[in-house]
């Protein structure tokens, strides 16, 4: 068995309105409000909760073009992807892209797996995510050795 890719850092889960949402994350499952911003791409607006070691991204188009609207029209609200951050991320995708797995989005900070290649589910991985800074898990672990 290969060891674990690295961990779960957060859920991004597609919205029509933050705003909305926000009340259910805040109210329903008691998750603290970090911000909201405005992703480079001037595509779409990034909403941040944490609950407790783990966070929730909410992600809103701003453009009735991009792949976020387009995703909403398709399916509807809901889990637009996972994030496990990934220590030695370069390397990790060269063996599974050698190992016939679909690497798309690829950047030098991170990189999604097709759902084609991991059975309907869209996964990112990355070494250092904005906008959630989220201090890399092995930065924290030997922190605490």
Known sequence: MNPPIGRFDHIGIAVRSIEQARTFFEQVLGAKFRHISDHASGDFRVGIFDLHDFCIELLEPTNAESFLAKFLEKRGEGVHHLTIQTPDLQQKLLTMESNGIRIVDKTDDDAFISPKSAHGVL???????GPLNNPPYWEREAANE
């Open 123 to 129: 996964i990112q991985l990355g070494d250092s995510l």
